[in-house]
């Protein structure tokens, strides 16, 4: 079964609200990366988050080990936020990394 | 920050032929990692490396893969002989440690005819 869900599968809003990207795990988590794919495929990490709230410009990182969940807050969003957000799991044990199938983020002007 | 380059950016080959893509991991980092994304789908890891050896590797790692850092040079990925359903877009990552961020390259478009 698939390690890592989120949702929504995809968003679209208006410049200026608020996004809210969700990545809930079935599996024991060691850490959360969130990423940016550039509409290229390239990829920028955005967080490295193993537990708790990070902060970075706009946005914000809060995962919960207890309840199997991370989130991505993006805040009064522009339309250079457009693109894909993956986040993936990371296990220490094994070194590996489960990606999520992304969330596909449209910001319209 | 740091940057992880990935050569060539795109490569078309016929099927069977052999492929080599290579990866110029940030210079400190011990860790390093390819991942396959077919278009429209999932990134999916295949292989992670440390010290010389494979740490571990995927279903998707065939045995018509390999991987090798020869004397710290590029960090590569040979596909040998090439089917169509290798034609993805391969990201190497690497990272200083096995409990850090990974940094991404970004990426090398194989399409093999």
């Known amino acids: 079964g698939q390690q890592v869900q989120q949702s929504p599968a995809s968003l679209v809003l208006q410049e200026g609200e608020n996004a809210e990207l969700q990545c809930n795990f079935s599996?024991?988590?060691?850490?959360m990366q969130w990423f940016y794919q550039r509409p290229g495929g390239s990829l920028v990490s955005l967080f490295y988050?193993?537990?708790g709230t990070k902060h970075s410009g706009r946005l914000t990182s809060t995962t919960v080990i207890k309840e199997r969940r991370s989130s991505l807050h993006i805040s009064s969003s522009q339309t250079t936020d457009s693109g894909t957000y993956l986040c993936a799991l990371e296990r220490y044990s094994n070194n590996r990394i489960f990606f999520g199938d992304g969330t596909q983020l449209v910001v319209k002007p | 920050g740091p940057k992880v380059l990935q050569i060539p950016s795109h490569q078309i080959i016929d099927m069977g032929q052999m492929v080599t893509l290579n990866c110029d991991p940030v210079s400190n980092h011990l860790y390093f990692y390819w991942y396959k994304q077919i278009l429209g789908q999932q990134m999916e890891f295949l292989v992670n490396f440390y010290n010389g050896k494979v740490m571990e590797k995927s279903k998707l790692f065939k045995d018509q893969f390999s991987v090798e850092r020869p004397d710290g040079s590029y960090f590569t990925l040979k596909i040998q002989p090439t089917a169509l359903e290798d034609s993805a877009v391969y990201f190497c990552a690497s990272s200083p440690l096995n409990q850090d961020t990974q940094y991404f390259g970004p990426g090398t478009r194989l399409l093999v005819l």
């Open positions: 599996t024991s988590l060691n850490s």
């Open positions: 988050n193993p537990s």
